[in-house]
């Protein structure tokens, strides 16, 4: 026997709901259903209903269709255009970051250069810079401070998930190595040198299909944490510099 009570429909990825799609009566077909504007390309796309007024509660009677793709050129131009957006938003400030960072070091030579301090403790060794690993420059984009010497690193793949197979190098020795990025954070435990500035830095093995590759990071030492992201491509490496309070 048909089942004549109406049903609230719902589209679904993977197993999100992305747009309730209106109340209908179970008749197997609709018309006049409108997609949301931003809904994206992709697959992994299901219908599925729920009886708004089932006779037994208990017993509430579902619905469900096959996977099905969605084509949504404009969304996905949107989309694009506001990854560019941001992206150069993220740009402009790590450049104001390496400018004042800059402007530090300057002021610190300066300062250096001109006293007369002669105390007998031993000078602060300054960090060793690493310019380039594997014929790839090394660009650094942050200067990051912590009170323990153990930290925990996350890495997740930024943006879209599109095929980045990276490694991740903490003073030139890998913490992880040709790991393909998914959403799903990847958590290692290292240990920095207390005694000088650490680099950690992020090498592309591809491009994936949406270039450079970029690497979304949290590093954390218990109470404090830090997130950030990194970009690479086959010519040039993005890097941190980490140190640990004494």
């Known amino acids: 026997m048909e089942l004549i009570n109406p049903y609230v429909f719902f589209s679904v990825r993977n197993e999100m709901v ?56 404009a969304s996905d131009e949107r989309k694009r255009k506001h990854e560019q957006a941001e992206e150069a938003k993220r740009e402009l400030t790590r450049k104001e970051k390496r400018e004042k960072r800059k402007e530090q070091r300057e002021k610190k030579e300066q300062v250096q250069a001109v006293s007369t301090n002669t105390t007998r403790e031993s000078p602060k060794q300054e960090p060793t810079i690493r310019e380039q690993f594997d014929g790839r420059k090394i660009s650094y984009t942050e200067e990051l401070t912590f009170d323990s010497e153990n930290i925990t690193i996350k890495i997740w793949d930024y943006g879209r998930q599109d095929g980045d197979i990276v490694s991740i190098y903490l003073n030139g020795s890998p913490v992880v190595s040709k790991h393909y990025l998914t959403y799903y954070k990847r958590e290692f435990k290292v240990k920095l040198n207390p005694n000088k500035s650490n680099d950690l830095f992020l090498y592309a093995h591809n491009l994936g299909d949406a270039p450079p590759n970029t690497v979304s990071v949290e590093i954390s030492d218990g109470t404090k944490s830090e997130n950030l992201i990194l970009n690479s491509d086959l010519q040039s490496c993005e890097a941190v510099m980490i140190s640990v309070n004494k």
Do not use: H, W
């Open 18 to 73: 992305v747009q309730e799609l209106g109340s209908f009566s179970n008749t197997g077909t609709a018309t006049g259903i409108e997609l949301a504007k931003n809904i994206g390309s992709g697959n992994q796309y299901q219908v599925v209903g729920i009886e708004l007024f089932p006779d037994d509660k208990y017993n509430i009677a579902k619905f469900v269709t096959p996977f099905f793709s969605i084509a949504n050129k």
